[in-house]
């Protein structure tokens, strides 16, 4: 039972840091608030970093409950997350914009004429989008229960969420320390690892759902 909850950690952990992108909301984060104060800087970083988890957190309690509701069952919901998951992880090695995972051209424009961005475009969709909601509704899914296995996803959660916030307050110097490339070759490694996990989530959904025999 450890060693699962361990993989269930590790597995959160990496799924996480793909659709959340902490690297990638830090720089977009960097961008945005360029002329501002360093004291609303933070104000705006800890206000929606605080918004974005509790939207997670949210999904991560009732978001099963919601779906059985809809009538979706844990197959399709394996394989309909395993395929967002992947068109995600295939934007991630190309190094391409997602509006899974990042702001549209439309999205950052808007933002660009806000003073404060921490509820958008910071708490959703760039922490909170329609990737992590995905995933943690997955993940959760996945536990089947488990009391165990569903601390440990909510708890890789909240690691990711905490690395999140810490890249938001030093932004500017992550920027300038990894610059374009590192962040890209950081984000590449990540969609291959989101790509393969999602092709597992795929296979496991098509396999529960018992339209492949054997």
Same mark, same amino acid.
């Given at each position: 039972?450890?060693?699962?909850?361990?993989?269930?950690?590790?597995?959160?952990?990496?799924?996480?840091?793909?659709?959340?992108?902490?690297?990638?909301?830090?720089?977009?984060?960097?961008?945005?608030?360029?002329?501002?104060?360093?004291?609303?800087?933070?104000?705006?970083?800890?206000?929606? #970093?605080?918004?974005? *988890? %509790?939207?997670? =957190?949210?999904?991560? @309690? $009732? !978001?099963?409950?919601?779906? &059985? /509701?809809?009538?979706?069952?844990? #197959?399709?919901?394996? *394989? %309909?997350?395993? =395929?967002?998951?992947? @068109? $995600? !992880?295939?934007?991630?090695? &190309? /190094?391409?914009?997602?509006?899974?995972?990042?702001?549209?051209?439309?999205?950052?424009?808007?933002?660009?004429?806000?003073?404060?961005?921490?509820? &958008?475009?910071?708490?959703?969709?760039?922490?909170?989008?329609?990737?992590?909601?995905?995933?943690?509704?997955?993940?959760?899914?996945?536990?089947?229960?488990?009391?165990?296995?569903?601390?440990?996803?909510?708890?890789?959660?909240?690691?990711?969420?905490?690395?999140?916030?810490?890249?938001?307050?030093?932004?500017?110097?992550?920027?300038?320390?990894?610059?374009?490339?590192?962040?890209?070759?950081?984000?590449?490694?990540?969609?291959?690892?989101?790509?393969?996990?999602?092709?597992?989530?795929?296979?496991?959904?098509?396999?529960?759902?018992?339209?492949?025999?054997?």
């Amino acid at each position: 039972m450890d060693g699962l909850i361990l993989e269930t950690f590790t597995v959160g952990l990496a799924t996480f840091f793909a659709t959340i992108g902490p690297l990638d909301v830090a720089a977009v984060f960097a961008a945005l608030t360029a002329g501002e104060a360093p004291k609303h800087r933070r104000r705006m970083a800890v206000r929606g #970093a605080l918004i974005a *988890t %509790g939207i997670l =957190i949210t999904f991560a @309690l $009732i !978001g099963e409950s919601l779906l &059985f /509701a809809l009538g979706i069952s844990i #197959a399709a919901l394996r *394989t %309909g997350g395993g =395929i967002l998951l992947l @068109l $995600i !992880g295939i934007d991630m090695v &190309f /190094a391409r914009s997602s509006g899974s995972t990042s702001t549209t051209d439309e999205e950052e424009q808007e933002a660009l004429g806000k003073r404060d961005i921490s509820v &958008f475009p910071i708490a959703t969709p760039l922490i909170a989008g329609p990737g992590a909601m995905g995933a943690v509704i997955l993940l959760m899914a996945n536990t089947e229960g488990e009391l165990a296995l569903q601390v440990a996803v909510i708890a890789s959660l909240m690691v990711i969420l905490v690395l999140t916030f810490g890249m938001l307050l030093l932004a500017s110097k992550i920027q300038r320390l990894f610059g374009v490339t590192g962040m890209h070759v950081v984000t590449r490694i990540f969609g291959v690892l989101l790509s393969a996990l999602a092709v597992q989530f795929i296979f496991d959904g098509v396999a529960q759902s018992g339209l492949i025999s054997g």
